[in-house]
């Protein structure tokens, strides 16, 4: 199964989706910080960020369905990986939290990772 663009970008559309998941999911935990558990689930079944990081996965999920049915698991797993350079370069933006310039070096790592991978699925 050779890949085309747009298995391509349904990948990164993957990625890219479950990364906002996990920003919304972050921002639902936020608010149950500092209230026992009992208040916090009581108060999460209230807020629309936790209902809209369900149904993005849900979509995410039938999205890597239909992928998996067009490329190969060894091309398209890799991808997953992608969310661990998008969640914290977002998490910094949107909820400042602070990350190491190490890190970076890490994340650079990881892209080139899957740049080898779809290289190597190619070949």
Same mark, same amino acid.
């Given at each position: 199964?050779? @890949?085309?663009?747009?298995? %391509? /970008? !349904? $990948? #990164?559309?993957?990625?890219?989706?479950?990364?906002?998941?996990?920003?919304?999911?972050?921002?639902?935990?936020?608010?149950?910080?500092?209230? @026992?558990?009992?208040?916090? %689930? /009581? !108060? $999460? #079944?209230?807020?629309?960020a936790f209902y809209a990081a369900i149904v993005l996965y849900a979509v995410a999920t039938f999205l890597w369905v239909w992928l998996l049915s067009r490329v190969t698991l060894m091309?398209?797993?890799?991808?997953?990986?992608?969310?661990?350079?998008?969640?914290?370069?977002?998490?910094?933006?949107?909820?400042?939290?602070?990350?190491?310039?190490?890190?970076?070096?890490?994340?650079?790592?990881?892209?080139?990772?899957?740049?080898?991978?779809?290289?190597?699925?190619?070949?």
């Amino acid at each position: 199964m050779n @890949p085309g663009a747009g298995n %391509l /970008l !349904g $990948l #990164a559309a993957f990625s890219t989706m479950l990364a906002i998941g996990q920003l919304l999911f972050k921002k639902a935990g936020l608010s149950m910080r500092g209230i @026992p558990l009992r208040d916090g %689930l /009581l !108060g $999460l #079944a209230q807020l629309p960020a936790f209902y809209a990081a369900i149904v993005l996965y849900a979509v995410a999920t039938f999205l890597w369905v239909w992928l998996l049915s067009r490329v190969t698991l060894m091309q398209a797993y890799p991808w997953v990986s992608a969310g661990i350079v998008i969640v914290p370069l977002l998490s910094a933006t949107i909820f400042g939290e602070r990350v190491a310039s190490t890190y970076w070096v890490g994340a650079a790592l990881i892209i080139a990772g899957i740049a080898v991978t779809q290289y190597s699925v190619r070949t």
